[in-house]
């Protein structure tokens, strides 16, 4: 079945650092791919999204390219703030009839340091 | 425009009771989606409704079940609790039912299972 992985956490990282965090993810047909953030006791928040291949998806300084011959998703930023600790998730959303289910990465704590 | 609502925030229940979780979904949605969110990992898809009917389920048995109301607004009912259903509940709604709309989530109930 569908399924999504990403890079293991935590991330640790100083202020103004360089930000990569991996997924990939198998599936079949073309998911729309997804990443969501979540801060310490606080639900999901759409970060960005892509739904076909080359699309590149973009937010608050984030990036992500949909890369269907590597089945990837990374998340990039040029300059993360101490402001972006969080838990981030990749998804991919599964459309199987007209019920669309999202399947999530068991997400990337990230920690910046002032 | 109203975004996605939970009630309660928090709650705490034994094992063997029955528990409601509300949502109110964002603003002209709706399709709402229930996921699963255990300590440390990815949300897990409960199901979904549309049209006050369930629109697709996950892997998870009867005694999660759920209504979909006239105004879109959702509940979740847990029946016979046991220790393994302590999670953050979230609540996702989207636009349609194509299976390729982008859910947008809630802030969760926070569920303990004594």
């Known amino acids: 079945g569908d399924s999504v992985t990403q890079m293991e956490g935590p991330v640790t990282l100083s202020e103004e650092a360089f930000l990569t965090i991996n997924c990939t993810y198998t599936?079949?047909?073309?998911?729309?791919l997804f990443w969501y953030v979540q801060y310490p006791g606080e639900g999901l928040q759409l970060l960005l999204k892509?739904?076909?291949?080359?699309d590149k998806g973009s937010n608050k300084g984030f990036e992500a390219t949909y890369r269907k011959e590597t089945t990837s998703f990374h998340l990039e930023k040029g300059s993360v703030q101490v402001s972006d600790s969080a838990v981030y998730f990749c998804a991919l959303l599964h459309g199987s009839g007209n019920t669309g289910k999202l399947i999530f990465g068991q997400g990337t704590t990230l920690q910046v340091k002032p | 425009e109203t975004g996605v609502t939970q009630s309660p925030t928090h709650l705490i229940k034994t094992r063997g009771q029955q528990v409601t979780l509300r949502c109110s979904s964002q603003?002209?949605?709706?399709?709402v989606s229930w996921y699963q969110q255990a300590l440390g990992q990815g949300p897990q898809f409960i199901f979904q409704y549309y049209r006050e009917e369930e629109n697709g389920r996950g892997n998870f048995p009867p005694r999660f079940s759920g209504l979909q109301f006239p105004n879109y607004s959702s509940e979740l009912n847990v029946n016979a609790l046991e220790l393994d259903d302590s999670a953050l509940y979230l609540c996702?709604?989207?636009?349609?039912?194509?299976?390729?709309?982008?859910?947008?989530f809630g802030p969760g109930t926070r569920l303990l299972v004594l």
């Open positions: 892509a739904t076909k291949a080359d």
């Open positions: 599936a079949t047909g073309y998911p729309s």
């Open positions: 603003s002209g949605h709706n399709t």
């Open positions: 996702a709604s989207s636009l349609g039912v194509t299976g390729k709309e982008t859910q947008y």
